[in-house]
Protein backbone atom coordinates (compact mmCIF):
# COMPACT_ATOMS: atom_id res chain seq x y z
CA UNK A 1 0.00 0.00 0.00
CA UNK A 2 1.16 3.49 -0.53
CA UNK A 3 -0.61 7.02 0.91
CA UNK A 4 -0.03 9.98 -1.33
CA UNK A 5 -0.93 13.15 -0.12
CA UNK A 6 -0.79 16.07 -2.24
CA UNK A 7 0.23 20.46 -0.70
CA UNK A 8 0.60 23.44 -2.52
CA UNK A 9 -2.39 24.37 -4.75
CA UNK A 10 -4.12 27.54 -4.26
CA UNK A 11 -4.63 30.80 -6.40
CA UNK A 12 -2.60 32.68 -8.30
CA UNK A 13 -2.61 34.98 -10.81
CA UNK A 14 -2.33 33.97 -14.50
CA UNK A 15 1.46 34.07 -15.77
CA UNK A 16 2.58 33.08 -12.04
CA UNK A 17 3.83 30.00 -10.57
CA UNK A 18 3.41 26.65 -8.55
CA UNK A 19 5.00 23.75 -6.79
CA UNK A 20 2.81 21.25 -6.04
CA UNK A 21 4.49 18.49 -3.69
CA UNK A 22 2.78 14.88 -2.67
CA UNK A 23 4.73 13.12 0.23
CA UNK A 24 4.33 9.24 0.02
CA UNK A 25 4.02 7.01 2.91
CA UNK A 26 4.03 2.81 3.10
CA UNK A 27 5.63 1.15 0.35
CA UNK A 28 8.94 1.69 -0.54
CA UNK A 29 8.71 5.20 -2.62
CA UNK A 30 11.21 4.12 -4.86
CA UNK A 31 9.81 1.36 -6.25
CA UNK A 32 7.20 3.61 -8.03
CA UNK A 33 7.15 5.36 -11.17
CA UNK A 34 5.02 8.63 -10.51
CA UNK A 35 2.52 10.42 -11.73
CA UNK A 36 0.38 14.02 -12.06
CA UNK A 37 -2.90 14.22 -13.36
CA UNK A 38 -5.41 17.36 -13.23
CA UNK A 39 -9.62 16.59 -13.61
CA UNK A 40 -10.90 20.81 -14.31
CA UNK A 41 -14.58 20.70 -13.65
CA UNK A 42 -16.31 19.03 -16.15
CA UNK A 43 -14.37 17.37 -17.87
CA UNK A 44 -12.08 13.77 -17.28
CA UNK A 45 -8.38 13.51 -15.83
CA UNK A 46 -5.96 13.92 -17.50
CA UNK A 47 -2.12 13.05 -17.66
CA UNK A 48 -0.11 15.78 -16.90
CA UNK A 49 3.81 15.07 -15.99
CA UNK A 50 5.13 11.07 -15.00
CA UNK A 51 8.81 10.02 -13.57
CA UNK A 52 10.50 6.87 -13.73
CA UNK A 53 11.21 5.12 -10.29
CA UNK A 54 15.15 7.36 -10.18
CA UNK A 55 14.16 10.25 -11.80
CA UNK A 56 16.09 10.59 -14.73
CA UNK A 57 13.24 10.07 -17.25
CA UNK A 58 10.31 12.56 -17.15
CA UNK A 59 7.77 12.65 -19.42
CA UNK A 60 4.69 15.31 -20.15
CA UNK A 61 1.27 16.17 -21.71
CA UNK A 62 1.92 18.30 -24.48
CA UNK A 63 -0.43 20.65 -22.45
CA UNK A 64 2.40 21.46 -20.33
CA UNK A 65 5.63 20.93 -22.06
CA UNK A 66 7.98 23.43 -21.49
CA UNK A 67 5.96 25.02 -18.63
CA UNK A 68 6.47 21.77 -16.10
CA UNK A 69 8.89 19.78 -14.15
CA UNK A 70 8.39 16.96 -12.61
CA UNK A 71 10.71 15.87 -10.17
CA UNK A 72 11.16 13.08 -6.61
CA UNK A 73 13.30 13.30 -3.90
CA UNK A 74 13.83 9.44 -2.89
CA UNK A 75 15.25 10.42 0.67
CA UNK A 76 12.05 12.28 1.54
CA UNK A 77 9.30 10.15 -0.31
CA UNK A 78 8.16 13.55 -1.88
CA UNK A 79 7.58 14.42 -5.97
CA UNK A 80 6.65 17.47 -7.22
CA UNK A 81 5.33 18.96 -10.01
CA UNK A 82 6.66 23.30 -10.80
CA UNK A 83 4.11 25.11 -13.02
CA UNK A 84 5.08 28.03 -14.68
CA UNK A 85 3.37 30.82 -17.22
CA UNK A 86 -0.23 29.45 -15.59
CA UNK A 87 -2.83 30.10 -17.47
CA UNK A 88 -6.74 29.96 -16.53
CA UNK A 89 -6.97 26.71 -18.27
CA UNK A 90 -4.85 24.86 -15.80
CA UNK A 91 -7.40 25.35 -13.18
CA UNK A 92 -8.12 21.91 -11.91
CA UNK A 93 -7.94 19.75 -8.75
CA UNK A 94 -4.15 17.93 -9.53
CA UNK A 95 -3.65 14.49 -7.94
CA UNK A 96 -0.45 12.29 -7.66
CA UNK A 97 -0.37 9.06 -8.11
CA UNK A 98 1.86 5.82 -8.13
CA UNK A 99 2.40 3.42 -10.68
CA UNK A 100 4.76 0.21 -11.71
CA UNK A 101 5.53 1.00 -14.67
CA UNK A 102 6.91 4.41 -16.29
CA UNK A 103 5.36 5.36 -19.53
CA UNK A 104 1.96 5.08 -17.84
CA UNK A 105 -0.33 7.67 -18.83
CA UNK A 106 -3.80 6.22 -18.23
CA UNK A 107 -5.57 6.45 -14.95
CA UNK A 108 -5.85 2.43 -15.11
CA UNK A 109 -2.51 2.19 -15.16
CA UNK A 110 -2.18 3.45 -11.38
CA UNK A 111 -2.51 2.03 -8.66
CA UNK A 112 -2.49 4.85 -6.05
CA UNK A 113 -4.22 8.18 -5.48
CA UNK A 114 -3.82 11.21 -3.47
CA UNK A 115 -6.93 12.88 -2.41
CA UNK A 116 -6.28 16.03 -4.81
CA UNK A 117 -5.28 19.89 -4.21
CA UNK A 118 -7.10 22.39 -5.87
CA UNK A 119 -5.33 24.89 -8.62
CA UNK A 120 -6.77 27.78 -9.45
CA UNK A 121 -5.73 30.73 -11.55
CA UNK A 122 -7.17 33.73 -12.21
CA UNK A 123 -7.12 35.79 -15.58
Known amino acids: QVQLVESGGGLVQAGGSLRLSCAAS????????MGWFRQAPGKEREFVAG????????MYADSVKGRCTISRDNANSTVYLQIHSLKPEDTAVYYC????????????????WGQGTQVTVSS
Open 97 to 112: AAADLFGATMQSEYSY
Open 26 to 33: GRTFSRNT
Open 51 to 58: INRLGGRT
